[in-house]
């Protein structure tokens, strides 16, 4: 096998307008297109695929970088996320780089995470 990245992710949700509306307009994530019970999202070389299910289920947390963590988290929180971790550093590389995440709930109050890697 080549090396590769993951082109798409599944996650399922209880209502598909509710999602759609917190991840165009909350997260500000580009939406692609939708058909019926399914909305495809655009996380630059992966692909989220939102499949209703009409039950709130257990989610694995899904982490989204961004290059700044602090622009990122507070403007997640002046569009009305519900925040549940500061940025905070969580790893020193040996070369100095430094990795920082954030936490909060999607529409659904399962876990999403920011993650940062700072380089000096």
């Known amino acids: 096998m080549t090396q590769t990245h993951l082109s798409q992710i599944s996650r ?47 989610a694995d947390i899904l982490y989204l970088t961004t290059p700044d963590i602090a622009v990122a988290h507070a403007a997640l929180a002046a569009r009305g996320a519900q925040i549940t971790g500061a940025p905070h550093m969580i790893h020193k590389h040996p070369d100095g780089a430094e990795e920082w995440m954030a936490f909060f709930k999607d529409d659904e109050g399962r876990d999403l995470a920011l993650h940062s890697i700072l380089r000096p």
């Open 12 to 58: 399922r949700v209880e209502s598909l307008s509710r999602a759609r509306a917190f991840w165009r307009d909350t997260l500000h994530v580009p939406e692609l297109y939708t058909f019926p019970g399914l909305a495809f999202f655009d996380l630059r070389q992966t692909r989220l695929m939102l499949r209703e299910t009409g039950l709130r289920e257990e």
